[in-house]
């Protein structure tokens, strides 16, 4: 059992947004401002795409943008793309002794 | 630009220890922490362990009694040891930097490399 909470899937036609929760709690999420996400793709390494919440690194394009609201972070993407069909995973820092976490991920289809 | 690459062994047999290193190219070893995460056959990232370049390490409570995480600096390298491995440790184990502080930005990441944990 992973320690933050995603959905299993989420879908979504080219042109809609798609938003991904990422459930923690008052040790990990709710309680730092490092929560990060990353894209997966069939037998790649994951890539991140936000970092510290809702920054995004260079070259990840702004239809990717990221947020949360207490124990709950965020993950929208905006006009969605067939590239961004993949697995995402969010990331919270949980303290110096566990360091950080991992949400189970969450399969994004293009319909 | 920064790259990183693991090698070792693809399979071991069970209650051995898994041993794997990863080489950094591309910029110094020194001043950032670095990460062991693995992800088994069709499953999600587990977070393993880090090193600093002054050997600090901090561990997955979860793993901590079997893992060794160490650095070499004068190589560029630094390496995971995992004793008395099982099936369940089978899966796609990757070297990543994390950064100034371990804060789980992971921003570069090896490629992966499978280790099969079988007889």
């Known amino acids: 059992q992973s320690a933050l909470t995603q959905p299993r899937s989420v879908s979504g036609s080219p042109g809609q947004s798609v938003t991904i929760s990422c459930t923690g709690t008052?040790?990990?999420?709710?309680?730092?401002?490092?929560v990060s996400w990353y894209q997966q793709h069939p037998g790649k390494a994951p890539k991140v795409m936000i970092h510290?919440?809702?920054k995004r690194p260079s070259g990840v394009p702004d239809r990717f943008s990221g947020s949360k609201s207490g124990n709950t972070a965020s993950l929208t993407i905006s006009g969605l793309q067939a590239e961004d069909e993949a697995d995402y995973y969010c990331?919270?820092?949980?303290?110096?002794?566990?360091?950080?976490?991992f949400g189970g991920g969450t399969k994004v289809t293009v319909l | 630009q920064v790259q990183l690459q693991e090698s070792g062994p693809g399979l071991v047999k069970p209650s051995e220890t898994l041993s794997l290193t990863c080489t950094v190219s591309g910029g110094s070893i020194s001043n950032y922490y670095w990460s062991w995460i693995r992800q088994p056959p069709g499953k999600g990232l587990e977070w393993i362990g880090y090193?600093?370049?002054?050997?600090?390490?901090s561990y997955n409570p979860s793993l901590k009694s079997r893992v060794t995480i160490s650095v070499d600096t004068s190589k560029n390298q630094f390496s995971l040891k995992l004793s008395s491995v099982t099936a369940a440790d089978t899966a796609v184990y990757y070297c990543?930097?994390?950064?100034?502080?371990?804060?789980?930005?992971?921003?570069?990441w090896g490629q992966g490399t499978l280790v099969t944990v079988s007889s």
């Open positions: 990543a930097r994390d950064g100034l502080f371990p804060d789980g930005n992971f921003d570069y």
């Open positions: 090193i600093y370049d002054s050997g600090r390490t």
């Open positions: 008052s040790s990990d999420v709710g309680n730092y401002k490092y």
């Open positions: 990331c919270s820092y949980a303290g110096t002794y566990n360091f950080v976490v």
């Open positions: 510290d919440v809702s």
